[in-house]
């Protein structure tokens, strides 16, 4: 049974930087491609990045330069570094796992691609 479990949410002031964190057990990095979205209130759910098992990243573009996905195999463990947040980064952020490997470098991930997904951690930004 694969469990994604997210932490690191919470609420800091524009400029300000998070590190959110994605556990994810019964689920191997090597079974496929992870991500990250986002959901603000009243909005669609969005991918922010995602990365492959052969280090092939892809970003949103109004992410790009302030926000890093990355993993420690090691510890079975996922990251989002988010540095000079601005207000409309806050949302809910969810982990995501999929079955399948590759990442379209040339788009964020679509939601359909991935199969396992967390229940999610805050990140709320003032200005």
């Known amino acids: 049974q694969v469990q994604l479990v997210e932490s690191g949410g919470g609420s800091v002031q524009a400029g300000g930087s998070l590190r959110l964190s994605c556990v994810a057990s019964?689920?191997?990095?090597?079974?496929?491609?992870m991500a990250w979205f986002r959901q603000a209130t009243g909005k669609e759910r969005e991918g922010v990045a995602a990365?492959?098992?052969?280090?092939?990243?892809t970003y949103a573009d109004s992410v790009k330069g302030r926000l890093t996905i990355s993993r420690d195999n090691a510890k079975n463990t996922l990251y989002l570094q988010m540095n000079n947040l601005k207000p409309e980064d806050a949302a809910m952020y969810y982990c995501?796992?999929?079955?399948?490997?590759?990442?379209?470098?040339?788009?964020?991930?679509?939601?359909?691609?991935?199969?396992?997904w967390g229940q999610g951690t805050q990140v709320t930004v003032s200005s």
């Open positions: 019964g689920y191997p990095f090597s079974r496929g491609s």
């Open positions: 995501a796992a999929s079955d399948r490997f590759g990442v379209n470098e040339l788009a964020p991930p679509i939601q359909t691609d991935y199969n396992y």
């Open positions: 990365l492959d098992t052969d280090s092939s990243i």
